[in-house]
């Protein structure tokens, strides 16, 4: 469908038809992807409002429907985070979606997570636009949405984050974004390898990481055969010096494994972004 659509689409409007085409050339020029990987790229964002727009009417029709590969992924992750408290009770657990297949299922995801580990709610920062086919809060009450963009209390994101991670113990944290997503400068980011190249990579989580101590739990999502399944990394100890580059590592795994259903394809910046101080 996702396929048909854009195909359609791409014959009256353009702008369609170029953002397909750049997100596949990305991923074969920049990333050296097989041809056939790349183009199935070209129609990531249609698949990602198919996936946003049957989980958001669905849950509409039916409160709280969640489908069975998807709460069965919430249980693994759940027993997941349950494992890193028993062994260190003491240290918070940042579970860390990366930007792939849907930022709805993301978030229905994390709300059962949140559910199993017997929290009221969970703190989930994000900068994807809310209520675009609804209200989102009536639909994921256990939710609480800390919102970057346009958020006039941004300045004290940090704080209410530190506060979340303090009170429940986990937190929500997308630490795959990239450089070119951030509003302030100078870019608060950390020197990475990527590619065999120097990049950049979001630092926010590693301040607060260091802070508290904190796990990071970095997973992803994907979507074939009409059903979800879940890639998941080994935990970071977001103390130690080399987490930044273990997180890197990661993030090009994921984009080498499922670039065509990461979220942002297509943007020229990249991780490359201020790749010198």
């Known amino acids: 469908m996702a396929k048909a659509a854009w195909t359609l689409h791409s014959l009256f409007n353009c ?19 097989p041809k056939s990987q790349a183009n199935r790229a070209s129609v990531g964002a249609q698949l990602e409002s198919f996936v946003d727009q049957r989980l958001h009417f669905g849950r509409q029709l ?42 709805y299922a993301n978030i229905v995801l994390v709300e059962r997570v949140g559910q199993l580990l017997g929290l009221e709610s969970m703190a989930v920062v994000s900068g994807v636009l809310q ?10 009450p256990g939710i609480k949405v800390l919102y970057t963009y346009g958020d ?21 944290l997308f630490a795959d974004v990239p450089p070119f997503t951030m509003h302030r400068y100078p870019m ?12 950049r990579i979001h630092n926010g989580i590693f301040r607060l990481g260091e802070t508290f101590k904190a796990h990071m739990l970095p997973f992803y999502l994907r979507f074939g055969q009409g059903k979800f399944s879940l890639r998941s990394f080994p935990p970071l100890d977001l103390s130690v010096a080399t987490a930044p580059q273990m997180l890197a590592d990661y993030i090009e795994t994921a984009l080498l494994e499922n670039y065509e259903q990461w979220l942002p394809a297509g943007h020229p910046a990249m991780y490359a972004f201020a790749p010198t101080h």
Request: proline share 4%; glycine share 8%; hydrophobic share 40%.
């Open 131 to 140: 209520n675009q086919y609804g209200d989102d809060h009536a639909l994921i």
């Open 152 to 172: 006039e209390h941004r300045n004290n994101l940090g704080v209410r984050v530190a506060r979340s991670l303090k009170r429940d113990g986990v937190a929500v």
């Open 188 to 199: 608060q980011t950390a020197g990475v390898t990527m590619f065999g190249k120097h990049a």
């Open 62 to 103: 039916r409160k709280l429907e969640l489908w069975p590969d998807l709460d069965a992924i919430a249980r693994e992750l759940a027993q997941r985070v349950e494992t890193l408290k028993r062994e260190a009770p003491d240290r918070p657990v940042f579970l860390s979606p990366f930007h792939y297949v849907s930022q």
């Open 15 to 33: 702008d369609v038809l170029a953002s397909g085409r750049i997100r596949a050339e990305i991923g074969r020029d920049l990333l050296g992807l």
